[in-house]
């Protein structure tokens, strides 16, 4: 009896968790209510098979750690389509009775968390609850077998009237050939039966080889070892098997392994072995710009470093990290893994036609995948870019933790360590882009050709029409400047933006553009074509005439200059032409000159932007009037040249200011 001196009786010690003798319904209850709150955290459709994978790779491996003699390590997965059933079969350690009689316990482990994927204690129960039919069976020596059944697990745990028996385990006749042959090891199957369950149907993603199956797991489950940085993966034989429509095939690898962009696509190159060969012909006084071919060309470039490279400078990666994010990194034991491909047609080509899984899946793609434990965690997410986001299409960025622990279902980290890895990723990204347009290969997509055969006839059509046709209005006086605009307020609506650009072409402030038609053909505005005509000082840049061009591009030359008829785009802000450039309904490759009254901040998106209102790079303007330059942000290339007339009128007011104001809005930033 222990007596508390704060209070005036007394009490007997006791443990607050034991069970009573009087509440076991209530404890069962609880632990009905445990299981469903552990089987919440299981929302995928590979959990099933990740859970079954990291177990069997466990236990495979506590066996080699005895260093048996002889002992040669292996999984099978045998993913059978025709009885919608997986079974996964391992030749490590094995169980004894009483294990087996406890491993579907939730919150009950074996397994330590220091050398094993998992230690907390509910994959086995997901296992054994989140669907509705178990069998395993287990034996720690030839001589013994240990078999267990369960039935309608799920069912028990969504009914909520009771009318569903709490499921036993029971003794089962188990007939695995496979684990009938080894001599210890473990043997689980899942049949997918009844409701509540996911997968429902293993023909969800059209995988019918034992070849799409080991693609598939080596992305979603511990089967896709990421070991980087010199690390090896443990040589454990994996055996797939595929029963479709009675026809087995099978697959066979030596080591757990992710499924690399760079080992699957096709003539890639190490970025790192790319800067120490810049660095090699540097010490050489060779030519930098002359790449060698075997860097040329390239369908993808990677590489991978680890954290205390990163920090200590020796990767090309400079990511802008405070005092708590570099000692997280360096406590993270991080590890980072970078493939940049030259367009997302590499993922629709794996994908479609060598893979040829369900049609819109994509195995592999863009974006940043966490991974702890020598495994992948979840799914891929978005790479957080602010700039250039095209990049976070092509870019496959991996952040292994060795420290960091994922939650229940294994899909999330901690706040701290996700914001950690989304850092890196997009400082590793912006790093790689710097190599896109000297190394990677250049994509050749067009519009569709019927598209681009009407557009042609269209302008072809205007071109005759301009022909028969003729518009020419001159007379001396005629044009004299009144030294002010008709036009009296600031554009309110895209309208608005036509009529002041035209009065600002008539009054001379943009000059050199010949308006052929407006037109809603394919819902662009019109053509129009650039048409210099001698003498040419009135489009030489100048102190008075600050939009023209350099004196130089008129050299060697006394006649007419004129440059083929293209297509004229009008919007209000710059923000619209973008959603259309998004949804496909127009296309950056059709257009030559858009016209707006303000930029927006949606062209970051997909483009980088020139400024020649920025005095620094006047030199730089092609024709008249012309205020920002167009690039894709992927492939550097040209796109298409901009007159944004609220900064031309900023410009035309207060020349410096709006320079000055220029060259911060455009100015391009590296770091994240």
Not at 304 to 333: F, S, V
Not at 386 to 410: C, K, M, W, Y
Request: aromatic share 10%.
């Amino acid at each position: 009896m222990t007596t508390n001196p704060n209070s005036t009786g007394q009490f007997d010690e006791w443990d607050p968790l034991a069970q009573g003798t009087d509440d076991v319904g209530l404890v069962a209850v609880a632990q009905k209510r445990e299981i469903q709150n552990i089987l919440k955290s299981y929302t995928g459709y590979f959990d099933l098979f990740a859970e079954l994978i990291q177990n069997a790779l466990d236990a495979v491996e506590k066996r080699m750690a005895d260093s048996e003699t002889g002992y040669q390590p292996a999984v099978w997965i045998n993913i059978n389509l025709d009885a919608n059933s997986v079974t996964v079969t391992d030749n490590g350690c094995g169980m004894s009775s009483a294990q087996l009689r406890s491993f579907l316990r939730p919150n009950f482990s074996f397994k330590n968390g220091l050398t094993t994927r998992g230690s907390k204690g509910v994959g086995a129960t997901y296992l054994g609850y989140g669907f509705n039919h178990l069998k395993v069976a287990t034996r720690v020596d030839p001589s013994s077998l240990f078999t267990a059944e369960i039935r309608n697990g799920r069912q028990w745990i969504e009914s909520s009237t009771g009318t569903v028996e709490k499921p036993k385990a029971t003794p089962v006749n188990y007939q695995d050939a496979t684990f009938l042959g080894v001599d210890r090891g473990t043997s689980v199957t899942i049949t997918l039966t009844g409701d509540y369950i996911r997968p429902k149907n293993l023909a969800y993603f059209n995988a019918t080889t034992a070849q799409q199956w080991m693609a598939l797991l080596r992305v979603h489950t511990a089967l896709g070892g990421i070991y980087l940085c010199g690390q090896s993966p443990p040589p454990i034989k994996i055996q797939v098997e595929a029963t479709h429509k009675s026809v087995v095939d099978h697959a066979v690898m030596d080591a757990p392994r992710y499924l690399y962009p760079h080992e699957v696509v096709g003539k890639t190159a190490d970025l790192r072995e790319f800067l120490a060969d810049q660095t090699k012909r540097a010490e050489k006084q060779q030519d930098l710009s002359k790449v060698p071919p075997k860097f040329t060309n390239l369908n993808g470039l990677w590489g991978e470093w680890t954290g205390e490279e990163i920090l200590n400078e020796k990767a090309p990666i400079k990511p802008r990290l405070d005092a708590t994010e570099t000692d997280l990194l360096r406590a993270m034991g991080l590890r980072l893994y970078v493939f940049m491909g030259f367009s997302t047609d590499l993922w629709d080509h794996y994908n479609d036609n060598i893979l040829r899984l369900r049609k819109g899946y994509r195995i592999l793609h863009g974006g940043l995948q966490q991974s702890t434990k020598n495994m992948p965690q979840g799914s891929p997410v978005t790479i957080p870019l602010t700039e250039s986001i095209g990049f976070q299409n092509i870019a496959h960025v991996i952040v292994h933790f060795d420290q960091a622990e994922p939650d229940l279902g294994r899909k999330g980290f901690q706040p701290e360590h996700t914001g950690l890895a989304e850092r890196l990723s997009a400082s590793a990204v912006n790093a790689f882009k710097k190599y896109y347009g000297r190394l990677l290969r250049k994509k050749t997509g067009a519009p569709a050709l019927l598209k681009e055969m009407q557009l042609d006839q269209w302008i072809d059509e205007q071109r005759q029409h301009e022909h028969d046709n003729p518009l020419v209005i001159t007379g001396k006086g005629l044009f004299a400047p009144a030294e002010q605009l008709p036009i009296r307020s600031l554009p309110r609506v895209e309208q608005d933006v036509v009529a002041l650009f035209n009065q600002m072409l008539s009054a001379g402030i943009i000059r050199g553009l010949q308006l052929l038609a407006s037109s809603q053909f394919q819902q662009y505005d019109g053509l129009y074509r650039v048409s210099i005509e001698p003498p040419f000082d009135k489009y030489v840049l100048s102190e008075e005439n600050p939009l023209g061009v350099p004196k130089e591009n008129f050299a060697g030359t006394d006649e007419a200059i004129k440059s083929p008829v293209k297509v004229l785009e009008y919007k209000y802000s710059f923000d619209a032409l973008i959603e259309e450039f998004t949804t496909g309904e127009k296309n950056p490759g059709d257009i030559g000159l858009v016209v707006v009254w303000e930029m927006g901040n949606s062209w970051k998106q997909m483009f980088d932007v020139l400024s020649y209102l920025d005095e620094e790079n006047q030199h730089h303007r092609s024709f008249h009037g012309i205020t920002h330059s167009v690039q894709h942000s992927v492939s550097g290339s040209h796109a298409f040249v901009l007159i944004v007339l609220q900064d031309l009128v900023a410009y035309l007011l207060d020349r410096s200011t709006e320079s000055a104001r220029q060259r911060d809005a455009y100015s391009v930033d590296c770091e994240t």
